[in-house]
């Protein structure tokens, strides 16, 4: 079975500081990664995926194989950053897209 | 176009009654997926459908259950609410099953007393 981890509920950094948020996932074929974001009071929409290799908002995420991970970074974290992120995994076919519980990442100006 | 459009906004129901939730795809989007969403548990999902047909189910009891229509329109139904059933619901559509971009509705709030 399909699963996505994300381990912090939470991440709180200063304006300016670098973000990584966590996602590992368990899957034994190749899947589709992707990283979705909920601003306060907007709709959950999809944020990067790993396929585009794209920096989207400072963002970037790189798949890991080895590790079955993908984390979120971006180098200098901006207040407009703060949101819920979900991390998503796809495995194709007329398979769900699995999310994980979420981050809340919290920038403090 | 469109975006995805879910109705009611808000409900406030009681325990022990039902509820349906309405939710209208993008246009030419045939899949429709629905998602609980709370602060403890993230999204969960709840169940897809594709052409009038289920897909796929998550883990969630039989009192959860939902209907696709020809146009796509899809409705979920909770009958004998709890008080844990309390959470944002979320459609989201696309236009296939597995179909790697989902696009979300602002949710239906369900709180139950």
């Known amino acids: 079975a399909q699963r996505v981890t994300q381990p912090e509920k939470l991440l709180s950094v200063f304006k300016g500081a670098p973000v990584e948020l966590k996602c590992n996932y368990s899957?034994?074929?190749?899947?589709?990664l992707f990283w979705y974001v909920q601003y306060s009071r907007q709709r959950l929409q999809l944020l990067l995926r790993h396929i585009s290799r794209e920096s989207i908002k400072g963002f970037t995420a790189d798949l890991n194989k080895g590790e079955t991970s993908f984390h979120l970074k971006k180098p200098f974290a901006q207040e407009e950053d703060s949101a819920m992120y979900y991390c998503?995994?796809?495995?194709?076919?007329?398979?769900?897209?699995?999310f994980g519980t979420g981050t809340k990442l919290q920038v403090i100006p | 176009k469109a975006g995805v459009t879910q109705t009611p906004r808000y409900l406030i129901k009681t325990r022990g009654q039902q509820v349906t939730l309405s939710c209208s795809p993008i246009s030419g989007h045939r899949s429709v997926s629905w998602y609980q969403q709370t602060p403890g548990q993230g999204l969960q999902f709840l169940f897809e459908y594709f052409s009038e047909t289920q897909r796929n189910k998550g883990n969630f009891p039989g009192r959860f259950s939902g209907r696709q229509f020809s146009n796509s329109r899809s409705e979920m139904n909770v009958s004998t609410l709890e008080l844990g059933d309390s959470a944002l619901y979320l459609c989201?559509?696309?236009?296939?099953?597995?179909?790697?971009?989902?696009?979300f509705g602002s949710g239906t709030q369900l709180s139950v007393l």
């Open positions: 989201a559509s696309s236009l296939a099953p597995g179909d790697e971009k989902l696009f």
């Open positions: 899957y034994s074929g190749s899947p589709e």
């Open positions: 998503a995994l796809n495995s194709g076919g007329y398979q769900k897209v699995t």
